[in-house]
């Protein structure tokens, strides 16, 4: 979350904020639960005091009829004490339910706009792969080869699920190797991490564990949920601690299994691997000093830029607009890759995101560092997609498909997969 103490005297920048952001947050209805929070609180310490000092004028020696009059007092201000701490706890509680739910400060670099179009493409590499024939999607040459199966998915587990068969297997592996060892290259970490948090961790990420609107698989009765995303197990490794300043920034990347509702994920565009309701991918993650995560953040997408630059697929950078940055993000580059398959005669679909979100997730799971002048202050923290396999699996089949309905495999891969082509069987 932001800092709270600034509600009022960033109040026009916060509301102009969530404007931009296109959000519906009532901010003065948060600041009025502030108000009427401060007003209790201050309340529950005088009567606090005044417990403490009922208590003292116990200790003496005292007439009988005092020390009742003094009891009766002190049962008074405990039941009063019980019913305004139980207020406090209440309201304590709807405010950080609320403040969750203003999001971070955007940059002022990043494009305002509502929809993928107000997005702004600031680079772009290679140009988008032409056939002499008519291209197919990684549906049809998935299913043709014998490598996916999306109808025996469906049957054991549901819409949106499926089998990878045969030589994509080795293919998904060797993409994991591939981008683990560029990562690794960059002085990351590697973790493979649970497929289960906690819903506070969840609540810290900026992730809605619950409501029609998650994207999030819950475990009833647990408290858990299924992760969408290692960010979410990566970002709560360091909660509650105070880091020391000498180890940042520190970097770590996770290999996990993504599970995500993908509630009114629909469309032409979602066909197939591109949207589905579990995946695996590999995240980059960092937290550094405030004044390194710009950097920071050019560091994790030239990492992405890298990996699939190796992989020679065409792609651009998007410089996420405003309305679709995501509550945590204060600014986030998307890369999408050519997929010759999409649409009529092609088109660019998202294969990587990399968000800075400053101080924003770690105000929430408090995690801090200790500044040379002594002073206690809160990292920042910072995300990246490596790599998922899904749909890098759909840029290269549908990028690397041959006339004969073959596939060739990208030079980078060929030593992790020790085969050129996947070939109908």
């Not at 739910?101 to 290679?126: Q, R």
């Not at 030589?167 to 190797?177: D, N, P």
């Not at 924003?360 to 790599?387: C, E, P, W």
């Not at 089949?397 to 309905?405: C, S, T």
Request: charged share 30%; net charge negative.
């Amino acid at each position: 979350m932001i800092d709270t103490k600034e509600l009022k005297s960033r109040y026009d920048e916060i509301k102009k904020n969530i404007s931009d952001r296109y959000m519906n947050v009532d901010l003065d209805e948060i600041i009025a639960i502030q108000d009427e929070r401060y007003s209790i609180m201050q309340e529950t310490e005088a009567l606090r005091t005044k417990r403490n000092e009922n208590a003292a004028k116990m200790k003496g020696k005292l007439e009988q009829d005092v020390r009742m009059a003094l009891i009766e007092e002190g049962k008074k201000i405990k039941a009063e004490l019980q019913e305004k701490e139980e207020k406090l706890a209440e309201l304590d509680k709807t405010f950080q339910e609320k403040a969750r739910t203003i999001p971070n400060y955007a940059s002022p670099k990043a494009p305002v706009g509502k929809e993928d179009k107000d997005s702004l493409a600031i680079k772009f590499y290679g140009e988008p792969t032409k056939f002499s024939f008519k291209a197919k999607d990684h549906v049809e040459l998935g299913e043709e080869l014998d490598i996916l199966d999306f109808e025996s998915g469906a049957k054991v587990s549901g819409q949106k699920f499926y089998y990878i068969k045969n030589k994509a297997v080795i293919l998904q592996m060797a993409l994991e190797r591939y981008a683990m060892d560029i990562v690794l290259k960059h002085g990351f970490t590697p973790f493979i991490t649970p497929d289960i948090a906690k819903e506070e961790i969840l609540n810290g990420i900026g992730f809605n564990p619950r409501g029609e609107e998650s994207n999030i698989y819950t475990i009833e009765g647990t408290g858990t949920c299924l992760v969408g995303t290692a960010e979410i197990t990566l970002g709560g490794y360091y909660s509650n601690m105070i880091l020391d300043k000498k180890d940042l920034p520190i970097r770590m990347t996770g290999l996990s299994h993504c599970f995500r509702r993908e509630a009114g994920g629909a469309g032409q565009y979602s066909k197939g691997l591109y949207r589905v309701h579990q995946f695996s991918k590999l995240e980059m993650f960092i937290y550094c000093l405030p004044e390194e995560s710009e950097k920071a953040h050019e560091e994790i997408l030239s990492i992405e830029e890298e990996i699939f630059q190796g992989l020679e697929i065409p792609y651009r950078v998007v410089d996420t607009a405003t309305g679709d940055l995501g509550a945590p993000a204060y600014r986030k580059f998307d890369i999408e890759a050519w997929m010759p398959g999409r649409g009529e005669s092609g088109e660019y679909g998202e294969v990587t995101s990399t968000s800075n979100c400053t101080d924003y997730q770690a105000r929430s799971l408090n995690i801090r560092y200790r500044d040379d002048d002594g002073k206690v202050k809160f990292v920042h923290m910072l995300n990246g997609t490596a790599v998922a396999l899904s749909r890098a699996i759909v840029a290269i089949l549908e990028n690397y498909q041959n006339e004969d309905g073959s596939v060739s495999i990208p030079k980078a891969l060929i030593p992790y997969c020790g085969f050129d082509r996947i070939e109908k069987c």
